[in-house]
């Protein structure tokens, strides 16, 4: 294991990264040498063509899922080579997950299942961040009630709470607003925004929604598990345009949310 020579406002890297599934004539190259930082306290957002490898980056980068070669940091750590218990701690201590299924405890009410990840983890939380949090996201007079009687933005922002109760210096989201309808997601991405710009995070968000990448501050695009392009202060537009680049990426078909981040902005 190595230290990160220039950690500073890093929040994650990889060197090289390369994830293989399968083996022989069946194996499928999921990432190809990838190389990249994730800047700290910015809004990166990744996206491309479906099996592009975006939702492997995530989890390699996460530590959710081993590498086949090359190196991962989170931090100044390096995790390729961490024991599975020293990674579980690091995850629980420094990253925070969105899922596009919220997996909120039913039985739980919100205050409850926000705080769920640090009781397990036998964590006290910081009661002036949450409170900050709980605010930031609007759900103070949602905090009693169960999943089942919030609305499903409401539940994304709890999930959202979750993942920034223990203040992760990162939070990593696989298409928080996958589930969500248009003013629903909105909100979240609002709040991610929010998260950024007012408590310092940083967020890496999968989509496949050019209008909800619109709100990160840089998108990465990957094609056949190669990052091969990216795009500073993007716009729903300039995104829906380079997609089109790509073969068989036209984010028109059915089942993408395009027209909600376009027509949004119009609003
Ligand atoms: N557990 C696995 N076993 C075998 N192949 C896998 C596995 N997970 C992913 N793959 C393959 O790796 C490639 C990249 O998958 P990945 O899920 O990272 O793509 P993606 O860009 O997130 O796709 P999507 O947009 O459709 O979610 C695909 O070809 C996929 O079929």
């Known amino acids: 294991m190595s230290a990160l020579p220039t950690s500073d406002g890093i929040a994650a890297r990889a060197q090289a990264l390369t ?10 190259l999921a990432l190809d040498s990838v190389d990249v930082d994730i800047a700290s306290g910015r809004f990166t957002a990744v996206m491309g063509p479906s099996g592009s490898g975006k939702s ?27 024991k599975e218990r020293e990674l579980t701690r690091l995850r629980r201590d420094r990253i925070g997950f969105m899922f596009q ?6 039985t739980l009410n919100a205050a409850e299942n926000i705080t769920l990840p640090m009781d397990i983890a036998g964590k006290k939380p910081d009661q002036k961040w949450l409170d900050q949090v709980i605010d930031t996201l ?15 933005g ?34 979240v991405l609002a709040f991610l925004r929010q998260a950024v710009d007012e408590l310092g995070q940083t967020v890496v968000m999968v989509t496949h929604d050019p209008g909800a990448a619109a709100h990160s501050d840089l998108v990465l695009f990957l094609a056949d598990g190669r990052i091969v392009d990216q795009m500073e202060h993007p716009t729903a537009e300039a ?14 078909a059915p089942g993408s949310d395009v027209t909600r981040g376009t027509a949004s902005e119009e609003d």
């Open 19 to 28: 994830k293989a599934y399968g083996s022989g004539e069946t194996t499928v």
């Open 56 to 82: 492997t980056l995530m989890h390699c980068l996460a530590g959710l899922d081993t590498v086949s070669a090359g190196q991962v940091w989170l931090g100044g750590t390096e995790i390729t080579g961490l």
């Open 101 to 106: 299924s919220f997996n909120l405890i039913p």
């Open 138 to 152: 609007g759900l103070r007079d949602r905090l009693k009630h169960r999943p089942a009687q919030l609305s499903g």
């Open 154 to 187: 409401q539940q994304q922002r709890v999930a959202c709470a979750r993942a920034l109760a223990s203040r992760p210096e990162l939070i990593f989201a696989d298409e928080p607003t996958g589930n969500l309808d248009s003013r629903a997601g909105l909100e």
């Open 239 to 252: 995104v829906l345009e380079r997609m089109r680049l790509f073969p068989g990426g036209n984010p028109q």
